[in-house]
């Protein structure tokens, strides 16, 4: 029975690194996988999924209008998804009644929730519809597990305000547990 | 280190008995907690948790316009939460800065999505939230693992419109699987 | 697909209470459950599942001749097995072999590690085999996780030799942390 | 807190891989770790961990002599041991108390099972030792989660007896389905 799985972590946790390691283990016992990532993330330009273990593949894309289920899946053993949390709540929804109602297993990769602390919506949809969630650990500098971001300047200075999406130079972000996040990580106040 | 954690479930899994039973727990070893519902769920009577196994307890209530940041947590080991899918996403907020800012573990009980597959606000907020999130399970009828809800009428005709929350007798709601979810459990067409 | 699940915990987490729950789960739906539990525990009388939330169910009784494959299990939608830690590694084998063979899902709740930090046979092999696995926690009196247990005499103090098995009264055992086994709780030395 | 993680899979499910990620992540942020691997595991040469998305770094080696308790670990943020399988239990017991008592966390990737469904000692001992448990999952041939393993002889047909350690060509061993490991993969009766 297929169905839809969320692995959600923090930045800088590898998520990534998985996402291709299960690819490699579907076309190890000759199955195929369809790999898409977000159009909007275009850190390592558009329509590549990049390990920091230095490892890269082509995936296709979906931006906000993307319909997963208008696509084909003829003969794909296994949907994987990166940047989730870019997907919007409908897509989201498309992809678990694609696990459903045409049985290809979907796993998704993603984050949980924004610099701000307030949730992405497609994850908190995915976390909200998905019969697998798990967790990729990392830790915070601070020593604990990171389940939370910060956003900084140019500076290294804490930014608590602007859009939620903001693609940019990993630098920009740190993963922080969530004292480090309520303390005022970057020498700043509590937000 | 208090965290944040969530145990999610379908609905008659079992959640309330999980949450006396940790009560029970912690005061054995000489420890208080202070126990919360939902002051809309009204089922038992009004500020009472109660167990399918026939345990119940009193707890104090919460409606939209309560501030668990305002109460008064001296001496308390452990704060536990039922019902909290009916929590705000501000309340949700609230929880997990009292976990990490005045160091009270907050443990929630709750629904994840309603009978039309929507998540709950508050229950959204505390997937994208909790450092420890867990699933209680239960079947569907099929005898896979249940993780949706649909709402019936009388009749036991199912119903896919109207509000999120309509507290009523258990038997208005079923558990079901994802696969049940869309087939259209009930005789009905998939939503 | 059936499956065999193993739910481990310390002393006094809750495990049968999570038991009798699952239980009536499956009783709810109208289906029929067989419930197991080990002869040699004789504390609440043998044959009795006893919650600690002062539930209680007869339950049939297995010692270490006893074979699970040779019973029968026509209209059964589920074995639970408490007390787990005292199956044999064979009887943990025949539980494994019974969910894929004969297609029963086994629940299986017990211990993992005695007195002295050593594994239960059973519950080895039970976490060797299980395909789904899951920790019910509990806190030592430190306010950490509890794994471990330490077993006192009657006046309270540590002991560190004997055997395996010795059921008593459950003020015998406490549940602890890690470190609170390795540093010595009850006034003593690192074992 | 330090605490004694294992991460257990079958047979290629991208242990390694994640282990390289882990040491990545903490490197990342200007924290030292400490790699181990067996010294009988020489597929890839001996003191090398080898993902299968072809990355390779050298680790120190144990065997059954080595005294993880008689180590230098300072500045050490993290200690890593891949095929932990073929630790003893002594070396899984002196893990565990590494953790606790030395305040390092240690994170153990290995098997549960060998090709005649039997408990590795090490792997037993930690997962019932174990403060964190997580399985590393991958696929069985008929699309199922493999946790079991099956030999084979150089024609491809299955083996059922022989010693539990043999190191060989990966394509000696297919991770399996437990239904699969019973039903006798290539064309042997049930084991």
């Known amino acids: 029975m297929a169905k839809l799985f969320y692995r959600y972590a923090a930045m800088n946790s ?4 998985q996402l291709l390691q299960i690819a490699n283990n579907y076309e190890t016992m000759g199955k195929a ?15 590549k999924i990049t390990s920091r273990l230095n490892i890269q593949r082509d995936a296709l894309t979906y931006d906000d209008s993307f319909d997963f289920l208008a696509q084909d899946y003829q003969g794909i053993a296994c949907v994987l998804i990166d940047e989730a949390q870019f997907l919007t709540s409908e897509q989201a929804q498309q992809l678990h009644r694609l696990a459903h109602t045409r049985h290809v297993p979907v796993i998704c990769f993603g984050l949980r929730s924004d610099f701000k602390g307030e949730p992405f919506p497609g994850a908190a949809w995915l976390l909200s519809l998905a019969e697998d969630i798990e967790e990729i650990k990392t830790i915070c ?5 990171a389940t939370m971001h910060i956003r900084v300047d140019g500076q290294g200075q804490r930014i608590k305000e602007g859009p939620q999406v903001d693609i940019g130079d990993d ?3 740190h993963a922080v547990c969530a004292k480090c996040f309520y303390q005022g990580h970057a020498r700043e106040d509590t937000p």
Chains 1, 2, 3, 4 share one sequence.
């Open 14 to 17: 590898g998520k990534s690194t």
């Open 33 to 47: 996988v369809q790999l898409y990532t977000a159009t909007i993330d275009d850190r390592y330009g558009v329509g």
């Open 141 to 145: 500098a601070c020593g604990r597990k």
């Open 171 to 173: 630098t920009r972000y």
